[in-house]
């Protein structure tokens, strides 16, 4: 059976703040973002994706390469090769720089999977100037919010060219949409006429009403 | 048109073109449903027409679909609901066992926490007007299937549902309730406190629909009681018969078990009081049982069985 993305419409835009109703923005899965504990699949690839980097070396580092992988192959399986040929592929920039310990390249390594084999447009396209906090660490009111990661984000002239058309952003997990709405920012400032779209393998659903826009991530075991 | 077709769209078409949108497929689904003379088998049969179809694709006008999407929210509302999920056919997170349903359903609504439903589920049914002992022996299994780590799953119907669900919930357990009435809507009004208290801690899914539910008399929405039952087997790994008739809705639950390939348990206790089912359900492949040890024993075989 084939699977479908499913479309951030107006029926969950709500739970995700800084989505807009001009934005086409694309996920695959969804979780329930709980504190303390959690059932089910999808939360457990997205606790293994988010295997902080000093677990690398551990037992447990393989459960984070197998999650790479299989996020890699169901984002390859529902866009399908023909539309991925039809895009730029950007993988969003981590919350750290390269040169940081922390600096984890999950999302470009999907990128990878995604297109393996494939005559595909992959590039990191933005990149980033500082090291920020992971979103899901910091309290609440004290998240970057959309104009941050703007101000932090940069176009790398170096891949700048050809012009894309058509740019997908690639990212795992959508909470409130923060660092889409910072991305796109960036890229339509330098693109003007790109057509953008986002892509995410699961979108974080709250669990009660008074949590919106808190947006909890699953526990790191 | 076939699945082919389907898929070839599928191929070529832009991925943003062919993603579901969850507002159009509710409208979608909800317009279907107010079509005359439709029902769950019908609506089945449409899908198995047209292979691969989302609920717009058949339902293919858009604007009507969206119209009736707003109705639906906007009836919803009024009921106090604000946030609820909706499972789709072919979009992430739909169960697949859900297919294994003779009419399986294409969109679920649901309010709480949707994970539950992949913690092992067992179903525990049974007539709404049970004896002290049923209502006991409701209570006890529901209590040792928390104990074993396992998620009770019921109806929220009166009598055996209800003992199942609060048993679940007082020994500190986990419960699902699948109901056949709209996400909204409780049957009977007593439970509305138990049901309100399960689409917030836990979870509650309906395939009802609102607009048609709406639409029509108590006398025809009494049919999506046994449907309901239909799903709930198909999302569990087994269903248990604490106490029923040879007239009670429960025994379409029985029957979907077996068609399903699904453990059905009917408690001792059912047998030797002049019942017809008891024997019948045996003869087809159920399994008869003195207490829960009988249970976890062949739960647990087959949980080994899954992992071999």
Known sequence: ?221 | MTEDLFSQAAASADFAERAVSPMRELGAYEALWAEQGMSVKRLAELFRENPGALPSDIFADNTKALTMASTVLAMLREKGICRFGLRIHRAGEYPRRLRDAKNPVELLYFQGEWELVETPCVAVVGTRDPSDEGRRRARRLAQSLVKDGRTVVSGLAQGIDTEAHTAALEAGGRTIAVTGTPIGDCYPPENRALQNRLARDFLVISQVPVYRYAQQTPQYNRLFFPERNVTMSALTSATIIVEAGDTSGTLIQARAALEQGRKLFVLDSCFGRGLKWPEKYLERGAVRVRDYEDIRGALASDAEADES
């Open chain 1, 1 to 221: 059976m084939t699977l479908k993305l499913t479309k951030v419409d107006d029926l969950i835009r709500h739970e995700h703040a800084w989505v807009g109703p001009e934005d086409k923005c694309f996920f695959l899965r969804e979780y329930t973002a709980r504190a303390g504990y959690a059932h089910g699949e999808t939360n457990d690839i997205i606790s293994n994706l988010k295997k902080k980097m000093d677990r690398r070396g551990k037992p447990e580092w393989r459960w984070k390469e197998w999650a790479i992988d299989r996020v890699g192959r169901e984002l390859r399986g529902v866009i399908g090769d023909k539309a991925m040929r039809t895009v730029t592929i950007v993988p969003m920039p981590p919350s750290k720089c390269k040169t940081d310990p922390e600096y984890d390249d999950r999302v470009l390594q999907i990128a990878r999977i995604m297109t393996a084999g494939l005559s595909c447009d992959v590039r990191e396209l933005v990149l980033q100037r500082e090291s920020m906090p992971a979103a899901h660490e910091c309290e609440e009111g004290q998240r970057p919010k959309p104009a941050d990661y703007f101000a932090n984000f940069y176009v790398d002239e170096d891949v700048a060219t050809p012009v894309p058309t058509r740019i997908l952003v690639v990212d795992d997990v959508l909470t409130a949409g923060a660092h889409f709405a910072g991305i796109k920012r960036r890229l339509l400032e330098r693109f003007p006429e790109v057509i953008l779209f986002g892509c995410f393998f699961a979108r974080r659903v709250l669990p009660k009403a008074e949590d919106d826009f808190r947006g909890f991530v699953p526990d790191q075991n």
